[in-house]
């Protein structure tokens, strides 16, 4: 037991480590080319901190711990409401845009109850796959060229009128570019630690990998959400922190579960209480956003108390049940 715990913790560190080089790389990228801090934390961020999330998923579906693959992804997204927003309004509150409230919360129910649909069939096939990848795709696109437009309009016009483009050196674009390709290294050689370790821990203790994803996997796997989100806040860019959790779970769904039913042999089977339990639960935290975003577009401390409060009485009742 000692060395798998050892394991999980090296292959952690070499997760939050490689996900830290990414998103710094991406985001000086992003920022240089003018990409709006909302956009960046939807975007750039978002999926840079759930580089974890793909990996380790990816690696369980091809493995045929398909527990761990849908585990970690409905956990993930769980905790990103419950535990990344939680903890980022009790440090300060958060402001939340109005970009958030009437686009990427219905688009974040939306592809919950997707996956939900799709899952019917206790099955995560390629097609669904296909079907999931091009939804991300659509809506990185998108958002994107939204944000790019507007800043075209609102922020980059100088007093002559001619649009002031942000510039980057070459240095700084090579340096990094070694950031983002360093990061991924890291971020392939710890998943492989990780899941290995967390398998034979649940194996120790005779849980199912289905509870093995929702707790020590998509907890762990969503520590580089918590900093990234965290530190916006203190940085004062609370609508960038909003905007990583949100687009954290649009990218666990489309992209990370996306991916990983594609590239499993024969898809990821469904496990029947992440189908009946668990994936509407993680849709019931994704409705309990709007009330919330909608009380003066902001998360208050009280509120990020609540969030935090929901997510220990959900993991208490995970506890009760490990032999699901």
């Known amino acids: 037991m000692i060395i798998a715990i050892l394991v999980l913790l090296g292959g952690l560190i070499l997760l939050i480590a490689g996900a830290e080089l990414l998103v710094r790389g991406a985001s000086v990228i992003a920022l240089a080319l003018g990409i709006s801090p909302l956009v960046v934390g939807l975007t750039v961020v978002a999926f840079g901190t759930s580089a974890p999330e793909t990996v380790v998923s990816v690696v369980s579906a091809i493995n045929g711990q398909s527990g761990v693959a849908i585990g970690n992804v409905v956990g993930s997204n769980i905790f990103n409401i419950f535990v990344v927003l939680?903890?980022?309004?009790s440090i300060t509150p958060l402001v939340v845009?109005?970009?958030?409230?009437?686009?990427?919360v219905p688009v974040m129910i939306g592809v919950s109850c997707l996956m939900w649909l799709l899952s019917a069939d206790r099955l995560i096939g390629r097609n669904d796959g296909i079907l999931l990848f091009s939804g991300i795709i659509i809506y990185t696109v998108w958002v994107i060229r939204k944000s790019r437009r507007e800043s075209k309009e609102?922020?980059?016009?100088?007093q002559n009128g001619s649009i002031e483009k942000p510039d980057i050196s070459i240095r700084q674009l090579i340096g990094?570019?070694?950031f983002i390709l360093g990061g991924i290294g890291f971020l392939v050689a710890g998943s492989r630690w990780f899941v290995n370790g967390a398998v034979d821990l649940a194996s120790f203790f005779g849980i199912s990998d289905?509870?093995?994803?929702l707790t020590i996997v998509s907890a762990g796997t969503s520590l580089p959400e918590v900093a990234a989100s965290v530190m916006a806040a203190v940085k004062g860019e609370r609508d960038m922190a909003v905007g990583n959790a949100v687009g954290s779970n649009l990218f666990n769904i489309l992209a990370v579960l996306g991916v990983s039913g594609f590239l499993a042999p024969g898809g990821i089977p469904v496990p029947a209480p992440a189908l009946s339990i668990d994936i509407p639960i993680m849709i019931l935290v994704a409705v309990l956003c709007l009330p919330v975003f909608f009380t003066g577009h902001r998360i208050?401390?009280?509120?990020?108390v609540f969030f935090l409060c929901s997510y220990i009485f959900y993991t208490a009742w995970l506890a009760s049940s490990v032999s699901r």
């Open 86 to 89: 939680g903890i980022s309004a």
């Open 97 to 104: 845009s109005r970009q958030v409230v009437r686009l990427e």
């Open 154 to 158: 609102n922020n980059l016009i100088s």
């Open 176 to 178: 990094n570019s070694i």
């Open 210 to 213: 289905l509870i093995i994803g």
């Open 300 to 304: 208050s401390r009280k509120e990020g």
